[in-house]
């Protein structure tokens, strides 16, 4: 039986590692007696997995700093807080806005002495 050489293609990792079947070992086996791409391709399969690995990175370190500072921040009092980053100051055009304030009623009294509506 003639398989497409993009299926072993698929398969030369497992194949590499021993983890398929009997039969499609065989397959394979046969297939790769045929084929030199496909012989090639499983030789740098096999050279892949038998160099050195790549250092690991670590990236434990950053993960933890962000741990503790997320701690720390949860067991922060609000007034620690406060104090952490300052006392709130208004924004710009909330201290130079000279708008005149819009009360929904008058505040001066009437011939009635009571506050009324605006309408």
């Not at 990792?13 to 009997?22: G, W």
């Amino acid at each position: 039986m003639k398989i497409p050489c993009a299926v072993v293609r698929d398969l030369l990792p497992l194949y590499a590692e021993n983890m398929i079947e009997e039969e499609t070992h065989a397959l394979v086996d046969e297939h790769l007696e045929e084929c030199p791409e496909c012989s090639k391709k499983l030789e740098e399969i096999k050279a892949e997995a038998a160099a050195p690995a790549a250092p690991a990175v670590d990236t434990a370190k950053p993960l933890l700093s962000l741990k503790k500072m997320i701690n720390k921040r949860r067991w922060m009092s609000p007034q620690e807080e406060t104090l952490k980053r300052g006392p709130a100051v208004p924004s710009r055009s909330m201290r130079t806005s000279r708008k005149k304030r819009c009360w929904p009623f008058s505040l001066t009294t009437r011939s009635t002495g009571s506050i009324q509506s605006r309408k």
